[in-house]
């Protein structure tokens, strides 16, 4: 019982930064987005955007692998990376963002054997962005 009322506090939490930080980003208050996502990554995941961008692929799953993030504790890393990756501009840190979203995404389907639909629309969308490159 611990066990499910700790997740759905996490989820909770992480559908909150979420969605304040969505409401910054529409509001085009991107400097303040950007200290709140940096805030989050820090205390979150002991981390930061510059040395997350930094890793190699091998390094990043290793990374992740490695740390005992639950499966919405991955799945809310997905979506920061994903929302700070968007309007999806064609230059290298966008392409970095989106490799690091779908090797989430694989990890979340392979390890944990977890899927959604959101995830999956939001993989159509990268591929559709790597195809126009």
């Known amino acids: 019982m611990f066990q499910k009322d700790f997740m759905l506090n996490e989820a909770r939490k992480f559908a909150e930064l979420l969605a304040k930080l969505m409401g910054l980003k529409v509001e085009s208050n991107y400097a303040e987005f950007d200290r709140q996502l940096s ?20 390094e990043f799953i290793k990374r992740i692998q ?19 990756a968007e309007p999806f501009n064609q230059d290298e840190e966008t392409q970095l963002l989106l490799k690091k979203v779908l090797t989430i995404f694989d990890l979340l389907e392979q390890k944990h054997h977890y899927e959604s639909f ?11 962005y790597y195809e126009q490159q």
């Open 39 to 58: 805030d989050i990554l820090q205390k979150e995941y002991d981390a930061n955007l510059e040395n997350l961008l930094a890793l190699s692929e091998s």
């Open 66 to 84: 490695s740390e005992t993030y639950s499966v919405e504790k991955l799945n809310a890393l997905s979506q920061l990376l994903y929302m700070f």
């Open 118 to 128: 959101e995830n999956f629309d939001k993989r159509k969308t990268i591929y559709k």
